[in-house]
């Protein structure tokens, strides 16, 4: 009965990722490589030949390494530090050091501009005249604004692994005549270089497809935003589909050589805790020391967070040339809630990200039973299959779903009728595609959390249920799910704050005011002139606080196992 259920349950699901996952990337596929003749590879030819577009890749492509290079340089000493050291407000810090998660990087530029701006608060402290720090450099300031909100994401990954690694073994090389830094390069390095691995992928991929980021900094010479300025010309010219290909075949191709060179080497330790943890306790100056790294990266870090907050309650052209605001106020707030826009960009977003996390708790379920609960061929396929959303740029995703949308909105079945306009075509109503783009994305964020709630619980349970005459579905209602309850919830906690805060998706998907989710209006609020800037920033302090609570819940119940859930 268990592998007739499991091999339904691997059916179902492959099929549901080949209509939602794997047809969105084969029209971007097959959109930049066709004709009215047929296959070509002109479009392909023309990306790389079209100076504009070669441009465009190539910083993009710079992006994503000075993005990893700034993370990996903040995010492994910080973790080996906090693996190897007990400290005074080692647990405050390393709290503060998640903050920045709670801020998508494209919603920190808008407090980043105002502390760097040429009549800034930077400006305004140091004495200087107006120096415009972030227009000297837009690359420099895209590069920074993305590692400051992405490194806790390597942070995490890497913190896992090294706590995953017996002491016994540096123990061993140490009493071997093994020096310190040795014992780094050549025992602990190579045993967390697949989790530095795993982290180090994403934040490469999401840098190197990032949208909104670029937008908000007005940097528009890199291939996102180049694909974004194409949208209108999506059923006309191929030449967009080309370079969305191209990003994807740079994605995936970038994985792969890393994966071959950093993440083929992964090594089992004998036993899970051989010897008690080997973190030193260092007091006073010491103890200092060690906090100083932390306390630097925690002020840098949440600059773009204090920004936001500040210009949220200034008077409008109260903050000019000053250190903090001349004036406060918290009009803005209320304009946030009620301006007709934002308030229904709360109420789309909860029902799209509802929609989206209901879809996933069923399926993320169904797929963890499969990998964990089930001994059938091929199921480390689907696992790894459930994963692949991570590793495949949301931008590559949403262009898929415009294509399909597109070609779908143009039979004269969905033309002539409105219902069909309303659920297929997103110039009309977006509801549908964005559900499942949120669904797709976020999809991984369920599965793993479900896999860690079924492996931490022992399946004697229900085999003495079964034992009794409990079916199935008895078992996995009486005894299953209320055991992985708090996984469950901490997986769809994630998938419903990140699904409310997704950027790419939302800002290509939704084309009309009375469907934009909330990210797409902070980016059109922020367009406007007077107040604008004001009232967006209001609305990303609405947003801050959501997925704070939300990643402080699921932390509670993850712990160090959170890492796990940003891996591809």
Not at 298 to 305: C, D, E, G, S
Not at 340 to 367: E, Q
Not at 429 to 434: C, E, I, K, R, V
Request: proline share 5%; with cysteine.
């Amino acid at each position: 009965m268990r592998n007739r259920l499991a091999h339904s349950i691997f059916v179902a699901a492959a099929l549901i990722f080949a209509a939602l996952f794997l047809a969105p990337l084969a029209m971007v596929i097959a959109g930049g490589f066709h004709d009215s003749r047929g296959f070509t590879l002109k479009y392909l030819a023309g990306v790389f030949q079209n100076p504009i577009y070669a441009e465009g890749l190539f910083n993009s492509l710079l992006i994503a390494l000075g993005t990893t290079t700034l993370v990996a340089l903040v995010a492994i000493p910080l973790a080996w530090l906090s693996n190897r050291f007990e400290f005074a407000g080692k647990k405050i810090v390393g709290s503060l050091i998640l903050v920045p998660m709670i801020l998508p990087p494209f919603v920190g530029a808008i407090g980043l501009q105002q502390m760097l701006g040429q009549y800034g608060a930077l400006n305004a402290l140091l004495g200087l005249g107006p120096i415009d720090w972030l227009g000297r450099s837009q690359y420099l300031g895209v590069v920074l604004l993305q590692a400051l909100g992405l490194y806790p994401i390597l942070y995490l990954n890497a913190s896992a692994a090294l706590a995953n690694i017996d002491p016994a073994m540096e123990e061993a090389a140490a009493n071997l005549g093994c020096g310190p830094l040795r014992r780094f390069f050549k025992i602990t390095l190579p045993l967390t270089m697949p989790g530095i691995f795993a982290g180090g992928t994403i934040v490469f991929i999401w840098s190197f497809t990032e949208l909104g980021t670029p937008l908000i900094m007005n940097y528009s010479k890199c291939a996102p935003v180049q694909i974004f300025d194409a949208l209108k010309e999506i059923g006309s010219n191929p030449f967009p589909f080309a370079l969305v290909f191209v990003m994807l075949a740079a994605s995936v191709g970038l994985y792969s050589i890393s994966k071959v060179l950093f993440g083929s080497k992964s090594y089992a330790m004998q036993s899970k805790a051989a010897t008690v943890s080997a973190a030193r306790d260092v007091r006073g100056w010491r103890g200092a020391l060690v906090l100083l790294p932390f306390a630097a990266v925690i002020a840098v870090a949440l600059t773009p967070h204090i920004g936001v907050v500040l210009t949220s309650i200034s008077a409008p052209g109260s903050w000019y040339k000053t250190v903090l605001p001349a004036a406060f106020t918290g009009e803005h707030f209320a304009a946030a809630l009620g301006h007709d826009m934002t308030i229904s960009s709360i109420r789309n977003s909860l029902v799209f990200s509802s929609l989206a996390v209901t879809f996933d708790v069923v399926l993320g379920i169904a797929i963890a039973f499969v990998i964990v609960r089930s001994e059938i061929r091929g199921r480390g396929i689907l696992d790894a299959l459930a994963m692949l959303p991570l590793a495949v740029p949301g931008l590559v995703m949403a262009f898929g779903y415009l294509a399909i949308s597109s070609q779908i909105s143009n039979q004269d079945w969905v033309k002539n009728s409105p219902l069909w306009q309303q659920l297929f075509d997103v110039r009309t109503n977006p509801t549908l595609f964005l559900v499942i783009a949120y669904s797709v994305r976020r999809l991984p964020y369920m599965v793993r959390s479900a896999v860690a709630g079924l492996q931490q619980t022992s399946v004697t349970l229900e085999e003495a249920a079964a034992n009794l005459g409990a079916g199935f579905f008895t078992r996995m209602r009486k005894i299953t799910l209320p055991l992985i309850t708090a996984n469950l919830i901490a997986g769809a906690l994630l998938a419903f704050a990140f699904s409310m805060l997704e950027v790419s998706d939302s800002i290509m998907l939704a084309q009309r005011t009375e469907y934009f989710p909330i990210t797409k209006t902070i980016y059109e609020l922020f367009q406007l002139i007077g107040t604008g800037r004001y009232i967006a920033a209001a609305l990303g302090v609405w947003a801050m606080a959501f997925l704070a609570v939300t990643i402080a819940g699921s932390s509670l119940i993850l712990g160090k196992k959170l890492g796990a859930i940003f891996r591809a």
